[in-house]
């Protein structure tokens, strides 16, 4: 019996930097060794975490990005593990030049220009005919903060305001006194800190702002452009100043695609794009019915005017007949009941649906879950296919390396080796 890993060092648990020397916080005696990058002595709080001495920092690195410079607000941990991903940004250092904190922009090099948008403040139009599935853009984060900076404020059924902090523990808030209103207080140091020790902060105060006068202005940028995502198994928020002129589309011709080994976030065109066609992304899950956008959307604090929510009502009900029709099928056929012919025939529609719909960017999720359900019915061959389609359309518009990818990979392995063993047997 084993009662010990036979190889603990390989094993993923041990993995987290806790002995490195690229783990330091505002006690550390130096932070200037070789191998950092940060700029400026972490300032640290205990108080953003409900577990007992559990640190947030702010970690700047003002040389970043050709001294565009970048602030992170998170944990000690979480900031050693970026400090290899920092680096990996020198490889782009040609994809970096048209950072200037000039507010509209066009360089001959670039598919694309920065220009206003009657009615939306900025956006970006492709300057020449883009093809489907060309990245766009290459953006570098200028901040990126874990959701701990970002308390939510919750009502029960009997109306008590309750704080929802990262782990999902809830704490009523004393009477009278507004969580947000303390959120703001208490994060307003750190966004300061954060954008004082930032190489370049016009880049990030030219970008717009939703509620003015609330919150620190950094805060309120973040809130307003940047994207949820997801960094050393962290929730955060990441705010790329150029990527962030994409003004929203429901029915989007682009993608933002992370990439957690160099923390960039491209634009991937998901269509063809004609030259002086606005280039847009969706800020909200795709694929949704207008009422559930609209309301989506009122998070964002803006009216949606994109072609889609400004469309003739005809068109917009049968476009969302098809998105409940599609959400139909998609609990149908996973439903343990569902008899293999209903199962094909589904997907068939399905397939039609999401092609009228243009939901390209979900393909992947979607085929994914068709190979388990193909494979649970005894169908590796179509498992197979639906798998095979899943990973290129994953591979395409999200993190290679991310998880998606991975598990997708190692679900072909499982559906090939069944594959070769029935061939094996049969033959
Ligand atoms: C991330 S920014 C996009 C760039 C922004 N237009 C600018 O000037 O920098 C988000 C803001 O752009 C505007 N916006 C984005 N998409 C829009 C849309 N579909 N309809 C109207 N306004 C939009 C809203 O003011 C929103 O708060």
Redesign the pocket.
């Given at each position: 019996l084993q009662t010990t890993c036979p190889n603990p060092l390989l094993s993923p648990l041990y993995a987290a930097p806790k002995q490195s020397p690229l783990l330091v916080d505002d006690e550390s005696d130096s932070f200037d060794i070789p191998n950092l990058p940060w700029t400026h002595q972490p300032l640290c709080s205990t108080s953003f975490s409900d577990i007992p001495g559990e640190k947030f920092c702010v970690f700047s690195s003002a040389s970043y990005n050709l001294g565009a410079g970048v602030s992170f607000l998170t944990t000690p941990e979480t900031a050693a593990g970026l400090v290899v991903a920092i680096d990996r940004a020198a490889d782009h250092w040609l994809e970096r030049r048209h950072f200037k904190p000039q507010e509209e922009f066009q360089h001959p090099d670039l598919p694309y220009a920065i220009i206003s948008?009657p009615?939306?403040?900025?956006?970006v139009i492709a300057t020449r005919k883009i093809s489907r599935f060309e990245t766009i853009m290459r953006a570098f984060p200028a901040v990126i903060a874990d959701n701990a900076f970002f308390p939510r404020e919750e009502e029960d059924e009997a109306g008590v305001k309750f704080k929802v902090t990262e782990g999902g523990t809830r704490k009523a808030t004393p009477a009278g006194e507004s969580v947000r209103a303390r959120g703001f207080v208490k994060g307003r140091k750190y966004y300061q800190r954060a954008l004082e020790q930032m190489g370049d902060r016009q880049r990030v105060l030219n970008?717009?702002r939703?509620r003015k006068g609330e919150m620190h202005v950094l805060e309120d940028v973040i809130r307003?452009?940047a994207f949820g995502m997801t960094v050393n198994g962290r929730d955060c928020k990441g705010l790329y100043p150029e990527i962030?002129?994409?003004?929203?589309?429901c029915d989007p011709n682009a993608f933002p695609r992370f990439t957690s080994n160099d923390l960039v976030m491209s634009a991937v065109a998901t269509r063809d794009i004609m030259p002086g066609e606005e280039i847009t992304i969706s800020y909200i899950p795709l694929g949704m019915p207008t009422s559930y956008r609209a309301k989506s959307l009122g998070n964002?604090?803006?009216?949606?005017?994109?072609a889609l929510c400004t469309a003739p009502a005809e068109a917009r009900e049968a476009s969302d007949s098809r998105r409940e029709r599609l959400m139909e099928l998609f609990y149908a056929m996973q439903d343990s009941e569902t008899q293999y012919d209903a199962l094909v025939d589904w997907t068939r529609e399905f397939i039609e649906l999401a092609q009228v719909e243009r939901l390209i960017t979900k393909i992947g999720e979607y085929y994914q879950v068709f190979m388990k359900l193909y494979y649970d019915k005894g169908d590796p061959e179509s498992a197979k296919k639906y798998g095979e389609a899943a990973l290129y359309f994953a591979e395409i518009f999200s993190d290679t390396e991310g998880g998606f990818c991975t598990s997708l990979r190692e679900d072909l392995q499982v559906v090939e080796k069944v594959l070769a063993e029935s061939k094996a047997k049969s033959g």
């Open positions: 948008i009615g939306k403040g900025k956006g970008l717009a939703s307003t452009n962030a002129r994409m003004n929203h589309a964002w604090h803006f009216n949606c005017t994109c």
